[in-house]
């Protein structure tokens, strides 16, 4: 059964959209699908927000709204990154709560875990021990967004039928993605650099950092897909699955590379030609983030994008709408 009327917050970033795309397929009508520019609801506005949700009354909440960015983004800016991220979630989800909104779901961030974690990165890895200092504050703001899904369940699960759900993407690219030269993440940030030293003819293309570290990457489309899937499950089957304060689904690709060979990868997508140097007196930020996603996959989701595939998809958006 279709919801009558479902808000994705933050439908213009990059998994927003994504998610917009993957309910218009499924063939939820365009008008029951509600959205909001940032000009049109300041979602840091406490009263504007509750005003919205007590005038739109939604049935089903997808919160993909964040403040977000690479290593250089989250050094340089740490207050707005756990102020206007705080700011979103507590507004939204008390919001939506207040207006009864009975289904949410929360998208998260593989960097909530510790920064030395076993690998691959399980669920209940959450909360024990230190995070990594690049981006602390945004993982703080993370952390609390799904403690306040799993606190408004466990206050308000029986007696108003909240149901309020998080899932923690793995690192994501794709259409709609941000190619700021200076805060955004790896898979964008490569993009613009080698299609801009192709262009350029530049002899040599240096990149941040030693190259070995591995990371992995979901395409975005695949993503809006698993927070569907996610979100629609029986609710017998997603409580059987998780605990009331374990409550989170990872979500991975299942599988990651080193950034040296994601940069050959790009380099060969884009077609520069030129060679690859790497700074090791840049960071690298954590040496390995890998989502344990077997918890998803048991609940009937896998992904259907592989990278090269993906990549190619992500060049294509960059050429039609930032080159």
Known sequence: MKASKIYVAGHRGMVGSAIVRHLLAQGQP???????????????????????FAAERPDEVYLAAAKVGGIHANNTYPA??????LMVQANVINSAFGSGVRKLLFLGSSC????????PMREDALLT????????????AKIAGIKLCESYNRQYGASHGVDYRSVMPTN??????????????????????????????????????TGKPFREFLYVDDMAAASVH?????????????QPMLSHINVGYGEDLTITDLAHTIAQVVGY???????????????????DSSRLRSLGW????????????AYQDFLENHA
């Open 172 to 209: 994501l690219y794709g259409p709609g993605d941000n190619y700021h030269p200076e805060n955004s993440h790896v898979v964008p940030a490569l993009i613009r650099r080698f299609h801009e030293a192709k262009a350029g003819k530049a002899p040599v293309v240096t990149i941040w950092g």
């Open 80 to 85: 707005e990154f756990i102020y206007v991220n």
């Open 30 to 52: 365009r008008d029951s699908i509600v959205t909001r520019t940032h000009s049109e609801l300041d979602l840091t506005d406490q009263a504007a927000v509750q005003a919205f």
């Open 302 to 313: 896998s992904p259907s994008v592989d990278l090269k595939t993906g990549l190619a998809g």
């Open 112 to 119: 909530i875990y510790p920064k030395a974690v076993q690998q």
């Open 230 to 242: 996610v979100m629609n499950l029986d609710q017998a089957v997603y409580d059987q699955q998780t």
């Open 273 to 291: 030609e030129g060679d690859i140097r790497f700074d090791p007196s840049k960071p690298d930020g954590t040496f390995r983030k890998l989502m």
């Open 129 to 140: 021990g230190t995070l990594e200092s690049t981006n602390e504050p945004y993982a703080i």
